[in-house]
């Protein structure tokens, strides 16, 4: 069975600082796939990024980035110098048998930047 | 619009009522997926639809829970006997292939249910 764990279920941080949001997933999959959406006070759940078990490169996209470890069966996701508009329910999906399972996804963490 | 779009917004019901969720997905995506959303659940995955296939249905969490999709293209989420626990945000998401190997669900903003 596939499982997705976000043990953070709320974090306040202070404009500008760094926050890591933790996710570890379950899977006897050897292909599958990771998610991050992010999730705004509007509702609209919205896609950040995917990533494929056979590449564990990590990633960056201006302030954000992702650091893949299949060891430790984690997908953690960093905001670099949090701003207000961060503040959002972040979410980390998977996807298994090469990707046609419905995406599983973990309880959310809360993030929420005070200026 | 050319995103997913989802009817009512907001549904406030008695208990005990039947009510459907409507969801018109993006054009051409043959994926098609509900989820709910409870306070401090996550998301939670209910029944999905790919193609011409036989719909996974295994997440529907009873018998009182039902949906089709019509054509291809729009689906309609029904409850039947409405009870309080079935309050939620009702999410409607499409892909234009299975979620995983597209890379990118699209989801509408949600059908909110309130059971009284």
């Known amino acids: 069975a596939q499982k997705v764990t976000q043990a953070q279920t709320e974090i306040s941080v202070v404009e500008k600082e760094d926050v890591t949001l933790d996710c570890v997933y379950e899977t006897r999959d050897t292909t599958y796939y990771l998610f991050w959406y992010k999730q705004p006070p509007s509702g609209e759940l919205v896609f950040l990024i995917r990533?494929?078990?056979?590449?564990?490169q990590n990633e960056i996209s201006g302030r954000y980035s992702w650091n893949f470890q299949k060891s430790t069966s984690s997908f953690n996701f960093t905001i670099t110098a949090s701003q207000v508009v961060d503040s959002a329910v972040y979410f980390c999906?998977?996807?298994?048998?090469?990707?046609?399972?419905?995406?599983?996804f973990g309880k959310g963490t809360r993030l929420s930047v005070i200026a | 619009g050319a995103g997913v779009s989802q009817s009512p917004s907001n549904k406030v019901t008695e208990k005990g009522k039947d009510v459907e969720l409507r969801c018109d997905p993006i054009?051409?995506?043959?994926?098609l997926y509900w989820y709910r959303q409870s306070l401090g659940q996550g998301l939670e995955f209910l029944i999905y639809f790919q193609g011409n296939s036989a719909p996974d249905k295994s997440g529907l969490p009873s018998d009182r829970f039902s949906a089709e999709r019509t054509g291809g293209s729009v689906s309609t989420l029904t409850i039947q006997r409405t009870q309080q626990e079935d309050s939620a945000v009702y999410l409607c998401a499409s892909s234009l292939n299975p979620g995983g190997r597209t890379g990118e669900l699209f989801f509408g903003e949600g059908s909110r249910l309130t059971v009284l």
């Open positions: 990533r494929n078990s056979f590449d564990e």
């Open positions: 054009s051409g995506h043959t994926a």
């Open positions: 999906a998977l996807s298994t048998n090469s990707g046609n399972t419905p995406l599983v």
